[in-house]
């Protein structure tokens, strides 16, 4: 690419500054990514979101005009708050370029191929689904050891089902008795065991919400052995082989949304029952110095909302401005990130559900 910069996982680095690009469709945008940019404590910093299609669609031809307004509206931005014209085009020159970058385009994730052949792993926000790969996970259950000894007494071949949870059925072409039996049983609880094992250790200390995706009694085989803590109790009943990326991702939003709103109808609750206690506020004033300090539990910020001003981490003092300034942040934005940094819980709500008539309000932790 013959641009002042380089490409790397969605992170072009300029000459004078560093510019962010995240292709949302190239891969989901993580916690570790935020806490990135906002590291990021250098005048200008420019960060832009661009959501993307898949290659081949046809609104993928409006990807390209996307990224071209985005970059000259930050290219307007930064020249409205005094930055030099000249500059400014040269701090963006490597995002301008992806506009034309054939390759750049190609380059998004499709979603999934699926097979009768491995465990599938799938992270998801609301829009969009991708497939992970977990480390040293079973690809079937002809990785366990104790399948592979259990075929020395049994002949039959394997079907092992594509999904979150595993499944795997066994066409006897042995005598069937009931000792054969008992040791397939055995070897598919061994084997769920040690995908369940695999699962948690990659998810770690994660607090998204996990569902099964696979037949009912296998669902109860992961249950018995599980340890992670999300686990939600319902899951996608049956055999997914045949279910596609968007079908497992709207099977799966069906049962996670009423998740959510218990969660977000949990917290409005809890505000309105603390109003006036000192454990509430809506004033960024209270809010920043709270979020800075780990003190917010949750907050509430309204869709599209932004304000623009100064926080003096020192000080803890709040200055707000009518519009954007040289070295102003979004201070919205800002309480965001503090309060993600520090496990708070996040609810961008429309104007007519915030808790109150301001554009963001918290609920302390003390």
Same mark, same amino acid.
């Given at each position: 690419?013959?641009?002042?910069?380089?490409?790397?996982?969605?992170?072009?680095?300029?000459?004078?500054?560093?510019?962010?690009?995240?292709?949302?469709?190239?891969? /989901?945008?993580?916690i570790?990514?935020?806490?990135? /940019?906002? &590291?990021?404590?250098?005048?200008?910093?420019?960060?832009?979101?661009?959501?993307?299609?898949?290659?081949?669609?046809?609104?993928?031809? &409006?990807?390209?005009?996307?990224?071209?307004?985005?970059?000259?509206?930050?290219?307007?931005?930064l020249?409205?708050?005094?930055?030099?014209?000249?500059?400014? #085009? &040269?701090?963006?020159?490597?995002? #301008?370029?992806?506009?034309?970058? +054939?390759?750049?385009?190609?380059?998004?994730? %499709?979603?999934?191929?699926?097979?009768?052949?491995?465990?599938?792993?799938?992270?998801?926000?609301?829009?969009?689904?991708?497939?992970?790969?977990?480390?040293? =996970?079973?690809?079937?259950?002809?990785?366990?050891?104790?399948?592979?000894?259990?075929?020395?007494?049994?002949?039959?071949?394997? =079907?092992?089902?594509?999904?979150t949870?595993?499944?795997?059925?066994?066409?006897?072409?042995?005598?069937?008795?009931?000792?054969?039996?008992?040791?397939?049983?055995? %070897?598919?609880?061994?084997?769920?065991n040690?995908?369940?094992?695999?699962?948690?250790?990659?998810?770690? #200390?994660?607090?998204?919400?996990?569902?099964?995706?696979?037949?009912?009694?296998?669902?109860?085989?992961?249950?018995?052995?599980?340890?992670?803590?999300?686990?939600?109790?319902?899951?996608?009943?049956?055999?997914?082989?045949?279910?596609?990326? &968007?079908?497992?991702?709207?099977?799966?939003?069906?049962?996670?949304?009423?998740?959510? #709103?218990?969660?977000?109808?949990?917290?409005?609750?809890?505000?309105?029952?603390?109003?006036?206690?000192?454990?509430?506020?809506?004033?960024?004033?209270?809010?920043?110095?709270?979020?800075?300090?780990g003190?917010?539990?949750?907050?509430?910020?309204?869709?599209?909302?932004?304000?623009?001003?100064?926080? %003096?981490?020192?000080?803890?003092?709040?200055?707000?401005?009518?519009?954007?300034?040289?070295?102003?942040?979004?201070?919205?934005?800002?309480?965001?990130?503090?309060?993600l940094?520090?496990?708070?819980?996040?609810y961008?709500?429309? +104007? %007519?559900? =915030?808790?109150?008539?301001?554009?963001?309000?918290?609920?302390?932790?003390?």
């Amino acid at each position: 690419m013959n641009s002042p910069g380089k490409l790397r996982a969605g992170r072009i680095e300029g000459r004078r500054t560093n510019l962010y690009a995240i292709a949302m469709a190239m891969r /989901l945008f993580q916690i570790d990514d935020l806490r990135a /940019l906002v &590291e990021r404590k250098q005048w200008p910093c420019v960060s832009l979101y661009l959501p993307t299609h898949r290659a081949g669609r046809k609104e993928t031809q &409006e990807d390209p005009i996307r990224l071209r307004n985005a970059v000259a509206k930050a290219r307007e931005q930064l020249v409205r708050t005094g930055y030099p014209e000249d500059l400014a #085009a &040269e701090l963006l020159a490597p995002a #301008a370029d992806l506009v034309s970058s +054939r390759d750049f385009w190609l380059e998004r994730a %499709d979603g999934l191929a699926l097979s009768q052949k491995r465990i599938r792993f799938f992270e998801a926000t609301r829009t969009s689904i991708q497939e992970r790969v977990v480390p040293e =996970m079973l690809k079937s259950i002809d990785d366990l050891r104790q399948f592979v000894e259990a075929q020395g007494r049994v002949q039959g071949h394997t =079907m092992a089902l594509s999904g979150t949870a595993p499944r795997t059925d066994i066409v006897f072409h042995g005598q069937g008795n009931i000792a054969d039996k008992a040791t397939y049983k055995a %070897d598919v609880m061994e084997y769920v065991n040690t995908v369940c094992k695999k699962l948690e250790k990659y998810l770690d #200390a994660q607090t998204a919400p996990l569902v099964l995706a696979a037949v009912e009694h296998e669902q109860a085989f992961y249950r018995e052995m599980n340890s992670y803590h999300h686990l939600l109790d319902k899951g996608i009943l049956g055999n997914p082989d045949g279910l596609g990326d &968007e079908e497992i991702h709207r099977a799966a939003w069906e049962i996670v949304e009423p998740h959510f #709103a218990e969660g977000r109808k949990t917290s409005l609750e809890h505000y309105a029952d603390l109003s006036n206690t000192g454990k509430t506020s809506d004033r960024l004033a209270d809010i920043l110095p709270a979020a800075c300090h780990g003190r917010v539990r949750t907050l509430f910020i309204q869709m599209q909302a932004r304000t623009w001003g100064k926080f %003096d981490a020192q000080k803890l003092s709040v200055e707000i401005h009518d519009g954007p300034a040289q070295g102003d942040v979004d201070l919205i934005d800002l309480a965001t990130v503090c309060v993600l940094q520090n496990k708070g819980m996040i609810y961008a709500l429309p +104007r %007519d559900q =915030m808790p109150t008539g301001a554009l963001q309000a918290a609920l302390f932790r003390y």
